[in-house]
C-alpha cells in the first residue's frame, strides 16, 4: 500500500509541491474506500461532502464556498471531513485559507498540501500518480516485447530460449520492453502495462554471451519504456508421444491481474523459426480483434460442404 510520503515524493519530483499540514502522516498507507479500491482514480477530485474520503482538490470555487459560509460552518465542515476519513487536500494556485480553517485543519491532523498549478492540471497528475502508486500490480517472468505495435509475454520454463528469440525479434526490427522481469501494473479496468525494473532497463541476457544493452548495441528504437499487455505466447517443448490440439475450436485465455489476456502455446523444436511464429501469432491476434477468426471461417466453409455432400 502506498504511503503520504510516497504520493508527495512523486508529485515533487513533477511539479510545485509543497506539504503545509499533518507531516506526521507521512509514513501513514493512503486508506481507499471500497468504491475507489479497484478504480484509483475515484480518490481524487474536487471537494464533494458526499463523497468525504478522498484527496480534495481546492481552486478558486472551492475557495469561494468556504469564504461564504461562515466560520462555524467551516470547522463543522472540516470535523466532519476527518471524521468520514477524508485522505486531505490540495490547495492550488497559491491561494491561502481562512485562519479559522487553518486551525480546524492542524486540530484535526488532516493532510494539506498546496502549489502554484491550476486545479485542472493538479487534478489531472494527481489522479495519475495515485493510481502509479495504488493500481494492483504484480512482476512476472518471461520476454516483453513490442512486435507489430503489440505487447507479447514470451513465457515458458528457464532455458527454453526466450531471450535468444526475443534478441532475434531485435534483429527483425521490433521492441524490446523488458528481459527475465517483467512489472506488470493495471492502468484501467481492461488495460494492463508492462515495464522493466529500473535495474534491468534496455537489458537482455543471452546465455553464453552475458548481458547486452539493446539500447546501445541497436539504438533507441529497439527498446520500449512500456506497452500494454496484448497477447502471451508460452514457448513449450512437447514431449514425443505428447499431441498437441492443431485446430482449437475456442481461444486460449490467461489471467494477469484479474484480466484474460489471449495466450497462444508455441511449440519449441528442432529447425523451427520461432521468430517467423511469433510474428503470424501477433497477425493472427490482430486480425482476431478485428472480428476476423481464421479457425471459425474454416469450420463453416467444413459444414457447407459437408451439408451440400449430403445433398442439404
Request: with cysteine; hydrophobic share 45%; charged share 20%.
Amino acid at each position: 500500500m502506498a504511503t503520504y510520503q510516497q504520493l508527495f515524493t512523486l508529485c515533487k519530483r513533477k511539479f510545485d509541491f509543497n506539504w503545509l499540514y499533518g507531516q506526521s502522516h507521512a509514513g501513514d498507507s493512503i486508506e481507499l474506500s471500497p468504491n475507489a479500491v479497484n478504480y484509483p482514480t475515484l480518490a481524487v477530485g474536487f471537494l464533494n461532502i458526499i463523497h468525504p474520503d478522498r484527496l480534495h482538490i481546492l481552486g478558486p470555487a472551492e475557495i469561494a464556498f468556504f469564504d461564504q459560509i461562515g466560520s462555524e460552518s467551516r470547522k463543522s465542515l472540516i470535523a466532519k471531513l476527518a471524521s468520514d476519513k477524508s485522505l486531505g487536500f490540495v490547495l492550488c494556485a497559491n491561494l491561502s485559507l481562512q485562519p479559522d480553517m487553518v486551525q480546524a485543519l492542524i486540530e484535526h491532523d488532516l493532510v494539506v498540501f498546496s502549489t502554484s498549478e491550476t486545479p485542472e492540471r493538479v487534478l489531472t497528475l494527481v489522479r495519475q500518480y495515485i493510481v502509479r502508486l495504488l493500481a494492483p500490480s504484480c512482476s512476472m517472468h518471461g520476454v516483453f516485447m513490442d512486435v507489430f505495435g503489440m505487447g507479447i509475454l514470451l513465457s515458458g520454463q528457464s532455458g527454453i530460449g526466450k531471450s535468444e528469440l526475443g534478441l532475434e525479434l531485435v534483429t527483425r526490427g521490433h521492441g524490446l520492453v523488458a528481459d527475465d522481469v517483467v512489472d506488470f501494473i493495471q492502468r484501467a479496468p481492461d488495460w494492463v502495462e508492462g515495464s522493466a525494473p529500473a535495474l534491468l532497463a534496455n537489458l537482455l541476457e543471452v546465455r553464453g554471451i552475458g548481458l547486452l544493452d539493446i539500447k546501445t548495441i541497436f539504438g533507441e528504437t529497439a527498446v520500449r519504456r512500456k506497452m500494454r499487455l496484448n497477447l502471451v505466447a508460452e514457448l513449450k517443448q512437447f514431449d514425443q508421444g505428447e499431441l498437441m490440439e492443431r485446430l482449437p475450436e475456442t481461444e486460449l485465455f490467461t489471467e494477469v491481474l484479474g484480466q484474460p489476456i489471449r495466450k497462444m502455446i508455441i511449440p519449441v523444436g528442432g529447425g523451427r523459426n520461432l521468430a517467423v511464429l511469433v510474428e503470424a501469432a501477433v497477425r493472427s491476434a490482430i486480425l482476431q480483434l478485428r472480428g476476423i477468426n481464421t479457425i471459425e471461417e474454416f469450420f463453416q466453409r467444413q459444414r457447407k460442404l459437408m451439408m451440400a455432400e449430403d445433398g442439404l
